[in-house]
């Protein structure tokens, strides 16, 4: 949506390296998330954060980091540990009084 | 254990034809219930949720969903599609007052024909 922007909208990555995609959003939402997606299948989260300076893991968290420092900011990094990290990344913010979450654009990385 | 089925994978439909896309949640506990939709290489446009009141709850695009408490479905429904819907229609559910994680169904692709 216009209040979250995530880039880049495409990526590409060789194996073996480190890539880290952004998120940022002017919403003033405190929670914000990190889903997977891929072809045929519904998201799956894999982290996520209610605060600044917190965040948990979702269900697959393996081969994923992330940091968040500043509420406007949510960064993911996807490690060389990830097994199979071409997908479609989405990123969220949640609105707390109605539990309602909004989605950016997305990133598409593949790996080369 | 929430889990949310939407039972389609895949709903053809001719323009200006009605259309409904199923979606049945199992959860021990009160929930909040929502449809979005994905165009190609988008991400996901919220279209209407349900948290309390009314059953029948009214979204954008002239979608309208119905909550089925008994039944535990929140189908999405419209009257005429446009070649313009066709997209990737997702249901999702949570529990009430919990936060936590939203739930995704597989997604359902509804293609609108001339």
């Known amino acids: 949506d216009g209040g979250i922007t995530q880039s880049p909208k495409y990526l590409f990555r060789k194996e073996g390296q480190n890539v880290t995609l952004s998120c940022e959003q002017n919403l003033n939402h405190d929670a914000m998330y990190w889903y997977r997606q891929d072809p045929g299948q519904g998201l799956r989260l894999i982290y996520y954060?209610?605060?600044?300076?917190?965040?948990q893991k979702g269900d697959i968290a393996e081969g994923y980091s992330v940091s968040r420092e500043k509420k406007e900011s949510f960064p993911l990094t996807v490690t060389s540990a990830q097994k199979n990290p071409t997908a479609f990344y989405l990123c969220a913010t949640e609105e707390g009084p109605t539990d309602t979450q909004y989605f950016g654009p997305g990133t598409r990385l593949t790996v080369l | 254990a929430q889990s949310v089925t939407q039972l389609d994978s895949q709903v053809p439909v001719f323009e200006e034809a009605p259309v409904e896309l199923r979606c049945n949640y199992s959860?021990?506990?009160?929930?909040?219930l929502f449809w979005y939709v994905q165009y190609p290489n988008q991400g996901l446009q919220l279209l209407l949720k349900y948290l309390s009141g009314s059953t029948l709850v009214k979204g954008i695009n002239g979608f309208e969903a119905e909550f089925n408490k008994s039944q535990t479905s929140f189908h999405l429904r419209k009257p005429s599609v446009h070649i313009s819907d066709t997209a990737e229609y997702f249901c999702a559910v949570r529990r009430y007052n919990q936060g936590g994680k939203l739930i995704f169904g597989q997604g359902t692709e509804l293609s609108v024909k001339p």
């Open positions: 959860s021990s506990v009160s929930v909040y």
């Open positions: 954060s209610q605060i600044v300076n917190d965040f």
